[in-house]
């Protein structure tokens, strides 16, 4: 099941937002107050959701200013990517964060607004940062 954003303006060009992105430091900025306990370097990070679960996550694939793909690590309810696909648009970036889990029907039904909103609060936050 995939939970995406529509294409984003960023008012900076595609390195900047690469570099951001592929930092997970910084993706602590992108996140929803539901999550505490933040923890991260550049490769990793670590958090709790508030009342939920806690979760690790690890870049697994990065390909320069277009693209940003992490991974679970260890221990989660359910199997799936975290994905910032960056694009240029006029000497701007355009950005879209997808989720693509892997969710039996009943998660569905209770994670699919929560996702589809940990999205859109991460890419609004993404516009702000710039």
């Given at each position: 099941?995939?939970?995406?954003?529509?294409?984003?303006?960023?008012?900076?060009?595609?390195?900047?937002?690469?570099?951001?992105?592929?930092?997970?430091?910084?993706?602590?900025?992108?996140?929803?107050?539901?999550?505490?306990?933040?923890?991260?370097?550049?490769?990793?990070?670590?958090?709790?959701?508030?009342?939920?679960?806690?979760?690790?996550?690890?870049?697994?694939?990065?390909?320069?200013?277009?693209?940003?793909?992490?991974?679970?690590?260890?221990?989660?309810?359910?199997?799936?990517?975290?994905?910032?696909?960056?694009?240029?648009?006029?000497?701007?970036?355009?950005?879209?964060?997808?989720?693509?889990?892997?969710?039996?029907?009943?998660?569905?039904?209770?994670?699919?607004?929560?996702?589809?909103?940990?999205?859109?609060?991460?890419?609004?936050?993404?516009?702000?940062q710039f």
């Amino acid at each position: 099941m995939e939970f995406t954003t529509e294409w984003k303006l960023i008012e900076t060009n595609t390195e900047k937002v690469y570099l951001f992105l592929s930092d997970l430091q910084n993706l602590g900025k992108l996140m929803p107050e539901q999550v505490i306990n933040w923890e991260a370097d550049a490769e990793s990070c670590s958090f709790t959701i508030k009342g939920m679960t806690d979760l690790k996550l690890r870049i697994h694939e990065k390909i320069p200013n277009s693209l940003i793909s992490l991974k679970p690590e260890g221990k989660s309810p359910f199997t799936f990517t975290l994905d910032s696909v960056i694009r240029e648009n006029n000497l701007h970036a355009e950005v879209k964060i997808m989720i693509n889990a892997d969710l039996n029907p009943m998660l569905a039904m209770m994670a699919k607004r929560p996702l589809q909103n940990l999205v859109n609060i991460m890419s609004d936050k993404l516009v702000q940062q710039f």
